[in-house]
């Protein structure tokens, strides 16, 4: 009985404090005086007002900030207390805190008594572009803020006709108010009251319970569809079979009238009952007019393989994970984080790690599907460098298989926080490598679904970021290096991106003919790709001639193979062409798609230089996994005749993960073919060139490649 009172009381304070935040004071009172005269009272609670002074607090020091100029600490307190999904998402946001950043930069020009300090001015100005070159280029293609982008270039912007209202008295009151204006709404959104929370968390619950059954529907369908073609062929092979059998029956009744069976028709039926693979070879090498030959191949044909016993992997508790890699000591994440991706890395490619990988996405393991604010994505920003660094090989490892592409590739934020890792990080090498990977594998353009990535990508500046970092190449590691280049040429394929680079033409022709001389010739195919893509944009072709472009490129056809000086032969066809090839290589026009799944490709370098070793006593690896989060299943192991047996795997040792990969760098390690366009009255096409999980343009007529 007590229970059911506490329950009560506590539905009824639920009720007044709804009633409360909706303002409907008279439905308030009645409720009130209703619950007083039955002997209910209400439970007192300070939450609400607690909640109140604590945002009210936070609003005076934004605007004491605001009013004082002191950006570090307004933008401390904004980006700790404004939900990043409002500034992320949210428009009236976004406008904001681009006006903000204006008034931040120009503060020292409207309140100086005398000449500002030149340093402090040059600090926020620094800021502002860096801004802009971030968060703020997603506005850059608004017709409001376009004048501002030119800001940082001014020398002086106080007497600039295009900066003239910044500085009139009105301005900056006027911001404030819509400061002020936005601060009360926020606020107020964030002590929304606990029904209304209970109310949006069933939804949001619901929701994302949808998604996840929705992409397993998904998936059921695409595996039906596999199996409906592995029955079609089966089907198929069947009825050659019959048809095989068939005559074989009418020469059996021949031989009876007195025919003779030619050893050339024997060798015709022996070679429609073997493999397309073997057919040829078959053909050519086997003399079937040997007695028994015949029919030894055959029957080896059907002897049965010995497979290797495959070990299907415990399930585990991923509810128990996620908690401990979102709450856990940083340590625990590490060795998490780890564990996790040597499941990928080292299980046998196929069933296996199908396996594994389906666990991972239906259990949503990466957060990727949730709106809460701390997730396991989160990780990548968190303050501990190795939590950080196998945050990104985990996710880079996931990008490294087809299913993992397309799950990453479901939402946009995934992108958007390796973009801004990958912009931010300067510690840790090995962390941009396997992001820079991430983004990379994000890039092909092997399905319909990952090209709003790309687009995302050129919008948010992706492409200027690459172009700085490679005026360096000598200070990056061969697999920053050349991820980079690939990553370019990729993005340098969409119009959009073409477009993009022909705003800092001279910039990129620079870096681009500076790294066709680059030592690391595996870079070669994507320079070339990535120059010959930007040279079908007439402005970039005039600002390569101007700047002898032919001439270098002629240098290298001097020095240069075979296959290199066609394709620079076909580079300066390009810079010597006067048509108007916009949108030539574009790869979002509606060609066919490949049919074909993408490769799944799981690089030697996702395990490479572990950050972490257990110490004594201390659990690491498959070990961790399935002494402290296993789940109902238990480990199950399967024999070549098909039955499950019980068996418990090996731990994984810390100090050296196996790996099944031989051969060092899977992605990058081969050149690919690089398939110029070149024009005999037509204009070619691109298609995309699976050889290492990268595109590259192709030509249509001309010579092809060796």
């Not at 376009?146 to 295009?162: D, E, G, K, R, T």
């Not at 950050?611 to 399967?638: D, F, M, N, V, W």
């Amino acid at each position: 009985m007590g229970d059911i009172l506490a329950d009560e009381s506590e539905l009824l304070g639920l009720v007044n404090e709804y009633l409360d935040f909706a303002e409907f004071e008279d439905t308030l009172k009645t409720f009130s005086k209703e619950c007083k005269t039955k002997g209910k009272p209400l439970p007192k609670s300070a939450c609400g007002s607690l909640r109140d002074s604590k945002s009210s607090i936070i609003q005076k020091d934004l605007l004491a900030a605001f009013d004082s100029g002191d950006q570090k600490v307004f933008f401390d307190l904004w980006e700790g207390h404004i939900p990043s999904s409002i500034r992320a998402g949210d428009s009236l946001a976004q406008k904001l805190e681009f006006y903000l950043h204006i008034h931040f930069a120009i503060y020292l020009l409207k309140h100086s008594t005398g000449r500002p300090d030149k340093e402090e001015l040059d600090e926020r100005i620094s800021y502002f572009k860096t801004y802009l070159e971030t968060k703020g280029a997603a506005l850059s293609q608004t017709t409001e803020f376009l004048p501002f982008y030119a800001l940082p270039f001014v020398p002086n912007p106080v007497v600039h006709p295009s900066f003239k209202e910044l500085f009139q008295d009105p301005w900056t009151p006027e911001l404030k108010l819509k400061l002020e204006k936005f601060l009360a709404l926020i606020f107020k959104a964030s002590n929304t009251p606990k029904l209304l929370t209970l109310y949006k968390e069933n939804g949001q619950s619901n929701k994302e319970m949808l998604q996840q059954l929705h992409q397993q529907l998904v998936e059921a369908e695409r595996r039906s569809m596999t199996y409906l073609k592995r029955y079609n062929k089966i089907q198929a092979d069947y009825h050659s079979l019959i048809g095989v059998t068939a005559e074989l029956v009418d020469s059996l009744e021949a031989t009876v009238s007195g025919k003779m069976i030619t050893p050339e028709y024997l060798q015709s039926v022996c070679v429609r009952l073997f493999s397309n693979q073997m057919r040829q070879s078959l053909a050519r090498s086997v003399d079937f007019t040997r007695p028994g030959t015949a029919s030894t191949m055959l029957r080896a044909s059907l002897a049965p393989v010995q497979l290797k016993d495959v070990p299907l992997l415990p399930s585990l508790d991923y509810e128990k994970l996620k908690k401990d890699l979102i709450l856990g000591s940083d340590r625990l994440k590490a060795f998490l984080l780890q564990a996790l991706r040597w499941r990928l890395t080292t299980s046998h490619p196929g069933e296996q790690r199908e396996t594994v990988l389906q666990a991972y996405i239906s259990n949503d393991l990466l957060d990727c599907h949730s709106h809460s604010q701390r997730n396991v994505l989160q990780l990548l920003h968190s303050k501990s460098e190795v939590v950080r660094q196998y945050t990104a090989r985990l996710v880079n490892a996931f990008a490294s298989l087809a299913e993992g592409r397309r799950y990453l590739a479901q939402s946009t934020k995934v992108l958007r926080m390796l973009e801004e890792r990958l912009k931010e990080e300067d510690k840790d090498v090995i962390t941009r490598e396997n992001v820079l990977g991430a983004l990379q594998k994000f890039s092909l353009r092997l399905f319909h679904p990952r090209r709003p990535l790309q687009t995302a990508m050129i919008r948010d500046g992706l492409i200027f970021w690459l172009i700085d970092v490679l005026q360096e190449p000598d200070c990056l590691s061969d697999y920053t290096l050349e991820y980079s280049v690939a990553l370019l040429m990729n993005l340098c394929l969409r119009s959009t991106g073409k477009n993009m680079c022909a705003k800092v033409a001279g910039l990129v022709l620079k870096v681009l003919s500076d790294l066709l001389g680059h030592e690391n010739h595996e870079i070669q195919p994507y320079v070339n790709g990535a120059l010959y893509s930007i040279l079908s944009i007439p402005s970039i072709r005039e600002e390569a001639r101007a700047m002898g472009m032919e001439d270098i490129l002629c240098c290298f056809i001097k020095e240069g193979n075979a296959e290199m000086i066609r394709q620079i032969e076909f580079i300066i066809k390009q810079l010597n062409s006067e048509e108007l090839l916009d949108g030539v290589l574009e790869s979002d026009d509606d060609e066919d798609e490949d049919d074909e799944e993408d490769h799944d490709t799981m690089e030697a370098d996702l395990d490479k230089d572990e950050l972490i070793q257990p110490q004594l006593g201390e659990l690491s690896g498959e070990k961790l996994l399935t002494t402290e989060y296993l789940g109902a299943g238990r480990p199950s192991h399967l024999s070549p005749d098909g039955q499950t047996c019980q068996k418990q795997l090996p731990p994984v040792s810390a100090k050296c993960p196996p790996s099944s990969l031989q051969g060092g760098h899977a992605w990058c390690s081969r050149a690919l073919h690089f398939l110029f366009m070149c024009h005999r009255r037509q204009v070619g096409r691109v298609v995309a060139s699976r050889t290492s999980g990268r595109a590259s343009p192709a030509p249509s007529g001309g010579p092809e490649p060796a």
